[in-house]
């Protein structure tokens, strides 16, 4: 994590009232590669405390593996048995049996070694190449699109849950204010987020949410749906807010309404440094992309990437440089 600093507003009313070095739950995960599967299964609910136990006198009769003797049982499955290993090498998913609940869209909550998922993983190394250095300043990246219905929120989520499965301290940032979906994909409050940030009614420690099935990602949702959202945007606090995620966060994602929804996107874009344009196949027209990135060039914004992703949204093509003279 980066050097913690004080800030002193109505973000960060005390000198420090975010404790991130001991996240919610990080406890019981601090030795999660020397706890037993059996130990694993049961907090992740897939299996109850009494059944481990019935499972443990099994393996010790049969002098057996604690995971085949609970396949035997017909308690668990091969996939709950890979869950518990990745969970001991520190890759962190959500099976299904679990009990827990987010939106399907979160394929890699859900689906980690599926095709759709190596492609996610494809565009963060591209990302992690071309843009995030820490040594130079680069923590965060808007995710940004023409239109609404192109992938945004979609990509936004994936690729927070990825790059924190890989270790990183990741912010996701939900700022669109005026269809905001990511407390509905993680099934989050959304009493307090970003709009409360901005108008001054909530600080950040009680606006920021923890995922209980990443240790590593921490999530801002956009908040009440506000009848200003541009002059909230030109605020100070929105500067102030980046510039302790930067300095908190080794990535931090930003989630933005469309472009077609006004100049959100542009304002949020601009404070965050770069940019990464979203268009969907057989949605988003030539003339909108195109229209997109000479925005983003006329406002100084970098532009990482390009991603297009392929209806229902599980299939996301490889990202690509952009060129606007040829988008």
Do not use: C
């Amino acid at each position: 994590m980066k050097d913690e600093e004080e800030f002193h507003s109505s973000l960060f009313p005390t000198d420090y009232d975010i404790d991130l070095n001991e996240p919610s739950g990080a406890a019981s995960r601090r030795n999660s590669t020397k706890r037993s599967i059996g130990d694993i299964l049961v907090d992740a609910g897939v299996i109850s405390e009494e059944d481990a136990q019935r499972v443990t006198l099994l393996q010790r009769e049969q002098k057996i593996r604690f995971g085949e003797a609970a396949i035997q049982m017909g308690l668990i499955s091969e996939g709950d048995i890979r869950y518990a290993l990745s969970y001991q090498y520190q890759y962190n998913y959500l099976p299904r049996a679990s009990g827990l609940h987010t939106n399907d869209e979160l394929v890699a909550a859900y689906k980690p070694f599926s095709h759709e998922v190596d492609q996610l993983r494809a565009i963060r190394s591209q990302l992690k190449l071309r843009w995030f250095d820490d040594a130079k300043g680069r923590e965060m990246l808007a995710v940004t699109g023409a239109g609404r219905a192109e992938g945004r929120s979609y990509l936004s989520a994936n690729l927070a849950i990825v790059f924190a499965q890989m270790g990183e301290r990741t912010l996701l940032i939900d700022t669109n204010m005026r269809a905001p979906r990511q407390h509905v994909l993680f099934q989050l409050q959304n009493q307090l987020g970003f709009s409360s940030l901005l108008a001054g009614r909530s600080d950040v420690a009680s606006a920021l949410q923890t995922v209980p099935f990443l240790t590593n990602l921490h999530v801002i949702p956009a908040g009440p749906i506000p009848p200003n959202p541009l002059e909230l945007l030109n605020r100070a606090n929105l500067s102030e807010l980046f510039d302790w995620a930067r300095k908190t966060y080794d990535i931090v994602l930003i989630d933005t309404s469309s472009l077609a929804d006004g100049a959100d996107a542009l304002i949020v874009a601009a404070q965050a440094g770069a940019a990464l344009a979203v268009a969907r196949a057989n949605e988003t027209s030539i003339k909108a992309f195109t229209g997109l990135i000479a925005d983003l060039k006329r406002s100084n914004i970098n532009v990482v990437g390009s991603v297009m992703n392929n209806p229902p949204l599980i299939d996301v093509v490889p990202m690509t440089p952009v060129d606007p003279q040829h988008a």
